[in-house]
Nanobody, 126 residues
Framework: QVRLVESGGGLVQAGGSLRLSCAVSGLTFNSDTVAWFRQDPGKEREFVGA??????????ESVKGRFTISTISGYNVNHTAYLQMNSLKPEDASVYYCAARRGTMVSRARNEYNYWGQGTQVTVSS
């Protein structure tokens, strides 16, 4: 059974940094892709970034150069994906979701991802 659990959201000042975590079970990072999306009330969930070990990475233009996805995994270690967010702006405030799909193709399309976490709120004060 695949399960994704996000953590690390909170309140940060504009210009600050925050790191979100996504604990992943039921998938292996060497053959799957993880991604982060975000969603504001009344709006569609939008792509933030995606990463796979053999497929590379992709980021939305709005976060490129400021956000980075990384993963850790290994024997007897919890598989975890991170979203490091630097130079945060008020417009980055949103609910952030971790997502995953089987296969190494890095996709920006929401419907390509079968597995989702519950979301974590990020608030950026100006």
């Amino acid at each position: 059974q695949v399960r994704l659990v996000e953590s690390g959201g909170g309140l940060v000042q504009a210009g600050g940094s925050l790191r979100l975590s996504c604990a992943v079970s039921g998938l292996t990072f060497n053959s799957d892709t993880v991604a982060w999306f975000r969603q504001d009330p009344g709006k569609e969930r939008e792509f933030v970034g995606a990463f796979s070990w053999s497929g590379g990475s992709a980021y939305a233009e709005s976060v490129k150069g400021r956000f980075t996805i990384s993963t850790i995994s290994g024997y007897n270690v919890n598989h975890t994906a991170y979203l490091q967010m630097n130079s945060l702006k008020p417009e980055d405030a949103s609910v952030y979701y971790c997502a995953a799909r089987r296969g190494t193709m890095v996709s920006r399309a929401r419907n390509e991802y079968n597995y989702w976490g519950q979301g974590t709120q990020v608030t950026v004060s100006s």
